[in-house]
């Protein structure tokens, strides 16, 4: 079962990447869009656990830093998206979760991860933005992400659920 809950894993965050960098951006927002595979990673760590949330979350962020119109230094989406792994695996309840709950941790997590992201550019010398700016644009990511939470992540864990129903929320 674990190759085909791999193969599944990457298939959804083949389809998120492919949304988020074509149809995503003809609907962002003060020039953000929505990180649907961080949707994918958050849903996979609140159903599977903080390891394969982690590993999802290296081969999203991977896929996320080489695809196009990717202007930055390769690595930093990958870094990003395995602390958004790690800090949803921690927040994983034993139970299926509340809505708030789950929002929250989403909210949390776009938080982290975009400001990972942002962090690695000022360290990197990989943005001309100063730090006034990116804190609007982690402002916007977080709010588009919370808003599309009801949308995606609700399919997501219930596909990962479905896979393995003996080991859903289990630790």
Known sequence: MNALRGTVAMGLIAVALVLQVTLFPHLAWAGVVPNLCLLVVVASALVRGTQFAMLLGFGAGVLLDLAPPADHVAGRWAL??????????????????????????????????????????????????????????????????????????????????????????AR
């Open 80 to 169: 990003a998206l395995v602390v958004v792994g790690y800090v949803a695996g921690r927040m994983r309840p034993d139970v299926r979760p509340m809505a708030t709950a789950v929002v929250a941790t989403v909210a949390a997590c776009s938080f982290v991860g975009t400001s990972v992201f942002a962090i690695s550019g000022l360290l990197l010398g990989d943005t001309s933005t100063g730090t006034g700016e990116l804190l609007g644009v982690i402002a916007v990511a977080v709010v588009w992400d919370v808003l599309l939470t009801p949308l995606v992540l609700p399919l997501v864990a219930t596909l990962f659920r479905r896979l393995e129903p003996d080991r859903a929320y």
